[in-house]
């Protein structure tokens, strides 16, 4: 009985390195969660983006606040250049402007995502690298990396 109880104890001390390595790819993967301040290009205009990991375990960012929330009426700015005519009328402070974004581990970024522009209604893909603990390089381009642009994000 006391081998049985000994090899036990053994077993588990064998799986423990592989179960905090693997919590601690979760903590890695997890470390875009947050919000963050980006700027409009074309406005200069001061937004705010809640990173989140979404239900598919993904990673996608919502804009939850504006500079300037409203038009020239004193309405919400909605969605207006959304290719599909049924989402015009959502609040910008609802759309969720970057999905599908996946931790890899091994170059240390999150790849394999798409960016909505609701500027200009465009798609892009991009890619998200952190230069240190509170800015990210997030690149958005069009085919190819080489084919896009970077943009610095600072957490807040």
């Not at 963050?36 to 804009?63: C, K, P, Q, S, W």
Request: glycine share 8%; proline share 4%; charged share 30%.
């Amino acid at each position: 009985m006391h081998l049985k109880t000994l090899l036990f104890v053994f077993s588990l001390l064998l799986c423990l390195p592989a179960g905090l390595q693997a919590q601690s790819l979760g903590a890695k993967a997890d470390d875009i969660v947050g919000d963050y301040e980006v700027f409009d290009r074309g406005t200069g205009e001061r937004m705010h983006l809640n990173f989140y990991r979404a239900d598919d375990g993904d990673y996608e960012a919502r804009i939850v606040w504006m500079e300037n929330p409203l038009d020239d009426l004193g309405k919400p700015k909605t969605d207006v250049q959304n290719p599909r005519a049924d989402k015009r009328h959502i609040p910008l402070t609802h759309v969720v402007v970057v999905r599908k974004l996946s931790y890899d581990a091994r170059s240390k970024e999150w790849n394999g995502g798409r960016v909505y522009d609701p500027t200009s209604g465009k798609t892009y893909r991009c890619a998200i690298e952190f230069e240190n603990d509170s800015t990210m390089k997030f690149r958005a381009y069009i085919g190819f990396r080489i084919l896009g642009r970077s943009l610095y994000w600072n957490r807040l």
